[in-house]
């Protein structure tokens, strides 16, 4: 998170780290008891190896008495999901047994509606990503504000030039912003998760290149059937 500040400690209790070697990878969030959704391009540097996920944290490193490493059972990014673009850049985790509730450690409901949010709109994002563009990691988890851009403006030649479909929305990244890190991490507005940040690599904090989310309420189906599918 680049231009925000220290989150108050398990006040983001869907929170969840994906760790590969106990090193932080990506972001991502508790949506049900045993899964996490997170981004598809997170997968793409681990040749087939599984997450830990990491569950009630604020720190990384210092011992917290919620803080637990889960082991995951399944990784199943959505099918549509490529190196080449950014589409469809979804992936849930099913963790080896459901996580335990408590006050750290909670599920955050997802937007179902397929509406756009509005611009302007002002949502919030939190991670352990990148915090300066030297590229230095926080310990502990970060936020910041930031406000929903039109998917018009989002699309204009000199930003992402036509390429954010009405399945991605945009945020200003002018100064404050997410990064490499935060991706799989929600966008939550009004209490909701309404996106997914996208882990495609791209520059930070830039006003000339908003951030791109995966809105989730046009992936609910797919979600639940997956869920579902795999519920024992
Ligand atoms: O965050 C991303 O967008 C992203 N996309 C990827 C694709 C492949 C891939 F192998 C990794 C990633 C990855 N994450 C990262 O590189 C994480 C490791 C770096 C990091 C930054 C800040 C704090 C801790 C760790």
Redesign the pocket.
Known sequence: ILGGYEAKPHLRPYMASLQLDGQ???GGFLIAEQWVLSAA??T???NGKLFQVLLGAHSLTEPEPHKRLYRVRAQIPHPGSNIHNNRDDLLLLQLEEKAELNAHVKVLPFQREDRDVEADTVCEAAG???VTHSGR?PDKLQQVERPVISRDLCNHRTRHDHTITEKMMCTDSRKKDTC????GGPLVCNGVAEGVVT?G?RVCGNYKKPAIYTRIAPYAAWIDGVMASAAR
Not at 180 to 183: L, N, R, V
């Open positions: 932080h990878v990506c391009h997170c793409e540097g681990t352990w990503g990148t990691r490499k890190g935060d991706s882990a690599s």
